[in-house]
């Protein structure tokens, strides 16, 4: 299979701690996203990449989050001292970013998410 | 700011019944338009997608067209199955955004009864 994948699949943490997802894109993208998607809304973005480079962080919901893709492949997202309100589905989108007007450009392709759970 | 407002769900239709979930969006550039489907216990899929005015996009029995003047993408299907339950998802993109990301309405719930 060579879609987005995403690990864990599922996790449940106590208040406080610190949780870490990974996410693996299709090989040949460039582009990395995450998102979070809470019961009943649609994903909302949170960060993003182009290789290694991490281009918008603005959206990250506080500074307990972060995130890196060290080497332009997979990518972790952390989160920090984790809270209740922090409970939702995780997704991660790859894309290949071939230059403006390119059909490819606009297509993301999301893995399966994880669903975090905190105590 | 950029949003996406689509009809609250959940829809439920019978086999073969015309569907219609409605979409508006806001943007302040020149988006493109998306529809993303998620099936029970999967990720989601993207569906169709028009990246300029009039165009259409299709697929699976599924259309929406691109309407600027009214800033909608209403997605459309003329005869659903069982299998087309699942979470319906319209969304934007704005190209002068650099970025890309995407923008997401609420999600459209659709149940198909035999």
């Known amino acids: 299979d060579t879609g987005v994948s995403q690990n864990p699949r599922h996790k449940i943490t106590k208040r406080g701690q610190n949780v870490t997802f990974r996410c693996d894109p299709i090989s040949e993208h460039n582009r990395l996203y995450w998102y979070r998607q809470t019961l009943g809304q649609g994903p909302e973005f949170l960060t993003y990449f182009q290789n290694e480079a991490q281009l918008e962080k603005s959206r990250l919901l506080s500074d307990r989050f972060s995130a890196e893709r060290p080497k332009g492949s997979f990518s972790t997202l952390e989160i920090q001292r984790t809270e209740q309100g922090d409970s939702a589905m995780y997704l991660c989108?790859?894309?290949?970013?071939?230059?403006?007007?390119?059909?490819?450009?606009?297509?993301?392709?999301f893995g399966p998410g994880t669903r975090l759970t905190v105590t | 700011g950029n949003s996406v407002t689509q009809m609250e769900g959940p829809v439920t239709l019978s086999e073969e019944a015309f569907l219609t979930i409605n979409c508006t969006y806001t943007?302040?550039?020149?988006?493109?338009l998306f529809w993303y489907v998620q099936y029970p216990g999967e990720g989601l899929q993207l569906l169709l997608k028009?990246?300029?005015?009039?165009d259409k996009g299709s697929n699976k029995g599924f259309e929406a067209t691109y309407r600027k003047e009214t800033t909608s993408f209403h997605l459309e299907k003329g005869s659903v199955q069982v299998s087309d339950s699942a979470v319906y998802f319209c969304a934007l993109s704005d190209t002068g955004a650099g970025s890309y990301q995407l923008t997401f309405g609420k999600g459209t719930k659709l149940s198909v009864i035999p």
């Open positions: 028009a990246t300029k005015a009039d």
């Open positions: 989108a790859s894309s290949l970013a071939l230059g403006q007007g390119r059909v490819g450009f606009y297509e993301q392709y």
């Open positions: 943007a302040t550039g020149y988006p493109s």
